[in-house]
């Protein structure tokens, strides 16, 4: 990379900076809050360490970062971010595409990367491994590229779709030898959790998705995600289609792989595979209602490389084929990438926001921190709380039970405790409805807190706060 573009680089670090330091709120929902309190307190209490929600690899190797505080683990991703960028050049650059300079910034600017960086999110490091494993497969070291992405499950379930796909890849293109590897990181991971719950099978038995009770994230269409793909990655989409289409001829040779060249088989299976493979894998799930998907946008994050990728891939192609030496194609396509989170910011998607508003959500759970201080000594009173960002506002650990429980152990409250109920996590994930508190007579109604606009929160249920505290 020449020293223009690592200056243009270092601008960009800058502004990634820049938008977390001003930024009022953050990125991710509670589920960042939740990510980062598992990973700081998981040194309390180690079996948070394994817990498969939380993601074991995310926790143990954030869990250092965490003790510094949120914005210590926001860093932690920006930076996972900037390193899979550059990378995404390295990739680019042994694939002999000729503008592979531009990766890095078509990564960076890509709306749900840009998006999504102020965050606690796991989506960062799970698509690292995915990102090691393109460039190490393109320098054919299959040994340790198959090693690390061994590992993805453990930082998103979704990463047994690409363990799935790389075991075909190396299927088809008589590559078995190296299967073995990519079960290194599933087998350590399942002694681990054996050891620590006596379970054989603990890779399945505290999988909380596949056991997943929760049937209130619903589900819908099949194209969720393919009418949200421009908002998603930008302008480049139409590009990576492109790209995608000139790949359908090598369906022809499919169970002839093995004698392709290593970049035909790298582009087919491993980048429009891995594309592909993830997307749809999610296309369905949310089709189909399963493993609790919600329809979540951000999950893209984890292959924006392989998009990027794709994208210039085709946007190459369209300038051989059309354009010819015309800079002002160039400049053009470049300013509509750099611009597209941009873009994204003047709509209301929730998921891709850079410079991100504090959520209403919580800008309700900061109105009710600010009453209950004033009326309550928090350490003298046992909570039941269910929103993430409460607790991290009464800095309280949410595993230590002897100071806080989860809302749904209400009924086991003593003298003095205090139930916070929210409108969101109450009736959804907790399963503890208002009505349930308002009939129980050993329970005094202590504040409610509403917005200053009413809002409907997930199943279309009017948000509001209200304490109860124990007689």
Known sequence: MDKKNKV??????????????ISPGFNGGADSITHYQISKYSWIHHYLLMDQWGKP?????????????????????????????????AIGKNLSLRHAQWLPFMVLFTPIVAGNSISGLTEPICAMFLILFLYFATREKWIIGSLIVGFMPFARSEGFVILTLIMVFFSFTKRWK????????????????????????????NNPYINTGIKVYGSGSFFHFFELALPIFGIAFIPLLIATLRQFPRFKHL???????????????LITGSFWGYFMAHTVLWWQGMWASLGLIRVMFVIAVPAALLALKGWEWIEEKWL?????????????????????RLFQLQEIQIYPPLGIEEQVNKKLHAALIQKYSIPEHKTFTAHPYLNL????????????????QWRTAQKGDLVI???????????????????????????????????YTLNNLLYTIRVYEKK
């Open 421 to 455: 109920w929210d409108g969101h996590f109450g009736p959804n994930e907790e399963q503890v409805f208002q009505q349930e508190l308002d009939a129980d007579s050993t329970f005094q109604l202590s504040l409610v807190i509403e917005p200053d606009q009413p809002f």
């Open 178 to 205: 190296y299967i073995p590897y990519l079960l290194v990181g599933t087998l350590i991971f399942n002694s681990l959790g054996f050891w620590m719950t006596g379970k054989a099978l603990w890779i399945f038995d």
């Open 393 to 408: 506002l009464l800095d309280l650990d949410p595993f230590d039970t002897a100071v806080n429980d989860r809302l749904h």
């Open 255 to 269: 169970f002839s792989a093995e004698g392709e060249n290593l970049q035909s088989q790298i582009w087919f299976w």
């Open 324 to 344: 010819g030496p015309y800079p002002k194609s160039k400049i053009i396509f470049i300013g509509l990438i750099v611009a597209g989170p941009f873009v994204m």
């Open 8 to 21: 243009l680089l270092l601008v960009t670090f800058c502004l990634y900076l820049l938008n977390l330091f």
């Open 57 to 89: 690899v995310f926790t143990i190797l954030s869990s250092p970062i965490a003790q510094w505080g949120f914005t210590a683990v926001n860093l932690l991703n920006i930076l996972l971010i900037f390193w899979g960028a550059w990378l995404s050049y």
